[in-house]
């Protein structure tokens, strides 16, 4: 009887041990949002993977806040690429109470977004909205990952006029916040070096017959042509210039277009072959952790890699980052913390400038030989 006894109260006191365990866990809830639905849905996708990496790999350091342990989770949102949507989603995730968010991806969801997370309180950390307007509201709430379109735009038309030395360009772009705003750029910037911009065209984020500009274009005999968008209209754009003869011409885009889908978009036309896009940031290659932390992509997603999953990735630790040197998960009180990052990430050494903007932004420029994307610095 005594035994029994003994045994009840070392499995009540076990009971509660476990129970006190079971409190200390503290839930702190990520958001992410990205376009994983609609044409842009192959960025989202990777995008939202690099974002559940992330949470993997937090949740397996065990971290340990303010006496307590951690576990993260992560909200996941789909925007479609659709401001109002975004807008939704933001509210959603400010409802939801996170403690920061990660996204969005396009410009054109993320500014509106910003206000609604600066209203919240709320930081966010987008790891691929190059709108430079993104921060000039000035919220303490709103940080930028890599280079922005004025750095992307600018070496881009640099690369055109001081290296390839062209004389002429014909610019279209999708009305977009983001393509309206990298083709802008470009076009200051050539033709403060000189060049002749020969047309202007627009078309929509939605479109795929591209036949009506490229003929207006063609009897102006451009020796490039930029586009300000994204790869779903970039890859028939490409295919539809094949058709018309104009196989010559240089074919400049930012980000939006430099991705593994335009390969499959345009279709084995042989103009893939003349494009030259920028991205914000190194080549994997030359990343800190960039090779090592693809191969764990690759394993996880196969196949699925486009562009911005490693600065998601590093965006959410550099979040995490900035809770432990808080010492609190509440955004009231580690906001501020990160705006003082230090944070040694896979994509380059996080420091930010006073308005949210990442200093020393590197830009590489990259073309496309026998089907693959190559680095040209």
Not at 177 to 188: P, T
Request: include cysteine.
């Amino acid at each position: 009887m005594q035994m029994k006894f003994k045994l009840t109260v070392v499995a009540a006191v076990a009971a509660m041990a476990g129970l006190a365990g079971a409190q200390d866990v503290q839930v702190v809830k990520i958001g992410h949002v990205a376009p994983v639905s609609g044409p842009q849905a192959s960025y989202g996708k990777d995008n939202e993977n690099g974002a559940r990496m992330a949470i993997e790999d937090l949740n397996a350091q065990n971290v340990v806040i303010a006496g307590k342990k951690i576990k993260f989770e992560l909200l996941a949102e789909d925007d479609a690429a659709d401001p109002k949507q975004g807008a939704a989603a933001a509210q959603k995730l400010c409802d939801s109470k996170v403690s920061g968010v990660v996204g969005h991806l396009n410009s054109g969801t993320t500014i509106p977004a910003a206000k609604i997370y600066n209203d919240c309180g709320v930081p966010m950390i987008t790891p691929s909205a190059t709108n430079p307007n993104l921060t000039k509201p000035g919220y303490k709430t709103t940080f930028r990952l890599l280079a922005n379109d004025l750095a992307l735009g600018a070496g881009l038309a640099l690369h055109a006029a001081d290296t390839l030395k062209l004389k002429s360009v014909a610019i279209i772009d999708d009305r977009t916040a983001y393509g309206q705003g990298v083709a802008e750029v470009f076009k200051k910037t050539a033709m403060s070096k000189g060049m002749k911009v020969v047309d202007e065209q627009f078309t929509t984020d939605k479109a795929t017959d591209f036949m009506a500009i490229l003929t207006a274009l063609k009897g102006k005999n451009p020796d490039a042509v930029f586009y300000g968008g994204m790869s779903p209209q970039a890859g028939p754009m490409l295919r539809q210039m094949e058709q018309l003869g104009l196989t010559k011409q240089k074919y400049f885009g930012g980000d939006g277009i430099c991705d593994q889908e335009i390969i499959k978009l345009s279709g084995g036309a042989k103009t893939l072959e003349n494009v030259i896009c920028a991205e914000g940031g190194a080549s994997l290659a030359k990343m800190p952790g960039g090779d090592a932390w693809k191969k764990r992509y690759d394993a996880k997603f196969p196949g699925q890699f486009q562009v911005y999953s490693p600065y998601v990735y590093d965006a959410a630790f550099v979040l995490v980052d900035a809770m432990k040197r808080a010492n609190s998960w509440d955004p009231k009180v580690y906001t501020a913390h990160i705006g003082k990052a230090n944070f040694k990430g896979i994509t380059t050494t996080v420091q930010f400038e006073p308005n949210g903007e990442l200093k020393n932004p590197a830009i590489t420029l990259y073309t496309y030989k026998d089907g693959k994307k190559i680095a040209l610095n």
